[in-house]
Structures are given as structure tokens and as C-alpha cells.
Nanobody
């Protein structure tokens, strides 16, 4: 069964940190580009960060999170991570994991991140 399961969300104060995890199963994880998206209430979904399946594991980030968020992957554990530092209230959203290969897109259900004092 193909699955992407996110974890690590929660409530954090401004300036705090969270580490999201996305555990993959049921497909060949190492071949897929992995991405984190987020969707805030009343807004469109946006790409937050991505990491390729290639040896160099190229990464890309939304301008709004550059220097604060870091995406990484552990192919031995079939898991992708999103380390989020210096969180801001505008980072509040549901964060979802995506696996992409050619015409295939797989999605997790998402995890809520709320940044508030």
C-alpha cells in the first residue's frame, strides 16, 4: 500500500523550531523527488521545499523560507524531513509531503503547524 505519513506538527511560539517527518512506504522512495507543500486557511497551496532523488540531492526553497527551513532525506529510512527554524505566524499552515516521479504524484494527508504566542 502506497503511503506518505507526516508527523511532527504542532503549536509553537514565534521564533521556535519544529522538525517535520514524512515516512514513505509502498513505492521505491529513492527514485522520487520529495517535496513539502503547505496550505494556509483561505490560501492556495504553495511549494515550500524540494529535494531531488539524484546523488547530489539538489534542494530548492520558497523565498519566504530560505535560510530558515532545511529539507533533507534519509533513503535508508524512506523518510524526508523539514527542519523549520525561526518560525513566524505566517508559517501557520497544513504541511503536506509529496513524492514526484514523471507523471506520478503521491500525497500525504498533512500535519498542522501553528505558530502563535
Amino acid at each position: 500500500q502506497v503511503q506518505l505519513v507526516e508527523s511532527g506538527g504542532g503549536l509553537v511560539q514565534p521564533g521556535g523550531s519544529l522538525r517535520l517527518s514524512c515516512a514513505a512506504s509502498g513505492f521505491t522512495f529513492v527514485y522520487y523527488t520529495m517535496r513539502w507543500y503547505r496550505q494556509a486557511a483561505g490560501k492556495e497551496r504553495e511549494l515550500v521545499a524540494g529535494i531531488t532523488s539524484t546523488t547530489d540531492r539538489r534542494t530548492n526553497y520558497a523565498d519566504s523560507v530560505k535560510g530558515r527551513f532545511t529539507i533533507s532525506r534519509d533513503n535508508a529510512k524512506n523518510t524526508v524531513y523539514l527542519q523549520m527554524n525561526s518560525l513566524k505566524p505566517e508559517d501557520t499552515a497544513v504541511y503536506s509531503c509529496n513524492a514526484h516521479l514523471l507523471a506520478n504524484d503521491l500525497w500525504g494527508r498533512g500535519t498542522q503547524v501553528t505558530v502563535s504566542s
